[in-house]
């Protein structure tokens, strides 16, 4: 039975959330939330040292898919994690603050 990965929404997201951003370096150049740590989703177990301190962590990718996985295999590995359903999508839509690294008008890709 799979395990239930701790999930809420954009807009349960508490004000000082911490946020993790899964997606890859592509993804994050172009749109992504202020003040998040990016660490792409294959690089999670190499760079535990670079997760940024929370409790929990709310772990966001383009649509929820990666950052559930990311989630799951944080919890399973002694970290409180929980996944942002939606993810950076829901929160674009929402008309949610984010900044590039292009220069250019954020955008989720």
């Not at 899964?22 to 294959?42: C, K, L, S, Y």
């Amino acid at each position: 039975m799979p395990q239930q990965v701790p999930t809420v929404s954009v807009s349960e997201l508490p004000e000082d959330a911490v946020i993790l951003d899964v997606r890859e370096d592509d993804e994050w150049v172009h749109g992504h939330v202020e003040g998040a740590t990016h660490i792409p989703m294959g690089q999670i177990p190499s760079r535990l040292d670079d997760l940024p301190e929370g409790d929990p962590l709310y772990v966001t990718c383009r649509g929820g898919g990666r950052s559930a996985r990311v989630a799951a295999w944080l919890n399973q590995n002694g970290y409180d994690a929980v996944n942002v359903a939606g993810g950076m999508g829901d929160w674009e839509a929402a008309g949610k603050p984010m900044v590039s690294e292009t220069g250019e008008a954020p955008f989720v890709r």
